[in-house]
């Protein structure tokens, strides 16, 4: 969906480096999420943020952070990048509504490999 | 607690045959359910979602999912598949209401279409 995106789309990096993956969307919505994405094992929740003042951790949030730098920005970065953190990262938005029934859109992924 | 089965990690369907691709879901809620493709090196897009209304969901490239409560199901289905058809996708249960909106996603099914 381009009107989430995600840069950079590919990143190769060394054990030990710092790296940010960044998100930016269009869409006006509130909530922001980051996924990492390992093969057979579907997406998985590493953080999310329902507005720039609220962050929240997801199911595997260790060796993570995150940042809300405003509405439609939200940043992850790896600190010291681990091998085992080799994946494909989503952001993805989305507008609560009535009941909680709301649909999460995606960018479109950045696939990092750390060596 | 929540989760959701795919319950085939590949299909393979030739052009113009029926395609089917099986879903169970545990919820303590009452769920939302969604169905998302994943094209190759492309990011994930919905195909349809229930939540609530309806049983039966029409969504887009004429794909369409039913709601089984009594089977805890929610197959999706396409009466005849095109090589276009051919990516990865994933069955995923969200609970409604509350604050929370997470999103749990299956493991994945890749349908393959030959000619």
């Known amino acids: 969906d381009a009107d989430v995106t995600q840069t950079p789309r590919n990143r190769i990096t060394k054990t030990g480096k710092r790296i940010m993956l960044e998100c930016s969307q269009t869409k006006g919505h509130d909530r922001m999420y980051w996924y990492r994405q390992d093969p057979g094992l579907g997406l998985r929740l590493i953080y999310y943020?329902?507005?720039?003042?609220?962050?929240n951790k997801g199911e595997i949030s260790d060796g993570y952070s995150v940042s809300r730098q405003a509405q439609a920005k939200f940043s992850l970065s790896l600190e010291s990048a681990i091998p085992n953190q080799t994946a494909l990262y989503f952001c993805?938005?989305?507008?609560?509504?009535?009941?909680?029934?709301?649909?999460?859109?995606f960018g479109p992924g950045t696939r990092l490999l750390v060596l | 607690a929540q989760s959701v089965t795919q319950l085939d990690s590949h299909v393979s369907v030739s052009e113009g045959t029926p395609v089917l691709l099986r879903c169970n879901y545990s919820s303590s809620y009452s769920p939302s359910l969604f169905w998302y493709v994943q094209h190759p090196n492309k990011g994930l897009q919905l195909l349809l979602k229930?939540?609530?209304?309806?049983?039966l969901v029409k969504g887009i490239n004429g794909f369409e999912a039913e709601f089984k409560k009594s089977e805890t199901s929610f197959h999706l289905t396409k009466p005849s598949a095109h090589m276009s058809d051919a990516a990865e996708y994933f069955c995923?249960?969200?609970?409604?209401?509350?604050?929370?909106?997470?999103?749990?996603f299956g493991t994945g099914t890749r349908l393959q279409v030959t000619l």
């Open positions: 229930y939540t609530s209304a309806a049983t």
């Open positions: 943020s329902f507005d720039v003042k609220d962050i």
């Open positions: 995923v249960v969200s609970r409604a209401g509350g604050t929370a909106s997470k999103l749990t």
């Open positions: 993805a938005t989305s507008d609560p509504s009535a009941g909680g029934r709301e649909t999460q859109y």
